[in-house]
């Protein structure tokens, strides 16, 4: 009998030893988001410790660096959900040993907030683009300090609140937001490529559909 439960202490302490452990790594987040986040890693099923390193510079603002020779799947897709859920988009890298990081299905949560400055402008007007319904593109759409007014193709305007937020635009309708990565691709026009401020939507709404658009505004010099 004992021997039976030796054997069982051992084998758990085994498969706790085959547990992966998720490093986290983290810079300029704000007080709401260190809360967030260390709520949400509480909340999820693998160990994690904090290190007190400088992220890469050539790390993007959310990236997990998986151990190419053991992948959890599932609990990958959890802590992609914790960084969507801080307003970033995942990306997800694979190592090796070989390269000196990470093995045995060990994880590399990297978080930094890099946008998190006062030099934020946005535009004044900008047209709708890339609209899912083609008669809702190219309407005008005004921002001011604390609003975004859409202007439809009936003519009438509404008025939305907005803010930049963790690096994304957010605008919000009723009990829900619509947002927007920023970017400055160059636009290809009759006059040559000119650059653009570009704010691309990140998920898709049913209503209103005015609102499942990109913005852009492109400077023709």
Not at 44 to 72: C, H, M, N, R, W
Not at 77 to 100: F, K
Request: hydrophobic letters at 35%; aromatic letters at 14%.
């Amino acid at each position: 009998m004992k021997n039976g439960l030796l054997i069982c202490v051992l084998a758990c302490m085994l498969v706790a030893c085959q547990q992966p452990t998720v490093y986290v790594f983290s810079e300029n987040l704000q007080d709401e988001q260190r809360n967030q986040l260390d709520a949400a890693l509480k909340a999820q099923t693998l160990p994690y410790e904090y290190v007190t390193l400088e992220i890469p510079s050539d790390f993007g603002e959310a990236t997990l660096l998986l151990s190419s020779d053991k992948i959890y799947s599932k609990e990958t897709e959890q802590l992609a959900s914790i960084m969507q859920a801080l307003g970033y988009e995942p990306q997800v890298n694979y190592t090796s040993r070989s390269n000196h990081f990470y093995g045995d299905g060990n994880i590399g949560f990297y978080l930094k907030n890099t946008a998190a400055n006062a030099a934020f402008v946005m535009p004044k007007q900008l047209r709708t683009t890339q609209c899912s319904e083609d008669k809702y593109n190219d309407l005008i759409v005004t921002f001011t300090k604390e609003y975004a007014d859409f202007t439809l193709p009936s003519g009438a305007v509404v008025r939305l609140g907005w803010e930049f937020l963790y690096g994304y635009v957010a605008i919000y309708y009723k009990n829900y937001s619509q947002t927007y990565r920023h970017s400055q691709p160059l636009i290809n026009t009759p006059f040559g490529d000119k650059p653009s401020d570009t704010y691309t939507f990140t998920a898709h709404v049913n209503n209103p559909s005015w609102l499942d658009c990109s913005l852009q505004v492109v400077y023709m010099d």
